[in-house]
């Protein structure tokens, strides 16, 4: 199995930066992709960012030139630098890896618990 341990959430005031981060542990051989993911009260979950083993990323619109993935391959640590972020930021952001296990051929998603940012003044 994969852990997920998701860190850095809190509340900040409009215009202001955060930084998550997203380490996995486990029986894992290799991990593909990572990526962030958030819900808003009442809304369904969506995607903010995705990045691949090779470092490729994508964004969603809402996001592109504020946010940041990057991930240590090494540390099997996913990060989501969040800048100017606004209001409309406040959800509970959930990390996501495409991981597969030792002795396992198979790939499968993994989610972290979520962490809770607020955007508010």
């Known amino acids: 199995q994969v852990q997920l341990v998701e860190s850095g959430g809190g509340l900040v005031q409009p215009g202001g930066s955060l930084r998550l981060s997203c380490a996995a542990s486990?029986?894992?051989?290799?991990?593909?992709?990572m990526g962030w993911y958030r819900q808003a009260p009442g809304k369904q979950r969506e995607l903010v960012a995705t990045?691949?083993?090779?470092?490729?990323?994508e964004y969603a619109d809402s996001v592109k030139g504020r946010f940041t993935i990057s991930r240590d391959n090494a540390k099997n640590t996913v990060y989501l630098q969040m800048d100017s972020l606004k209001p409309e930021d406040t959800a509970v952001y959930y990390c996501k890896v495409d991981a597969q296990l030792l002795l396992d051929h198979r790939v499968n998603g993994y989610w972290g618990q979520g962490t809770q940012v607020t955007v508010s003044s």
């Open positions: 486990g029986s894992i051989f290799i991990i593909y992709f």
């Open positions: 990045i691949s083993s090779g470092g490729s990323t």
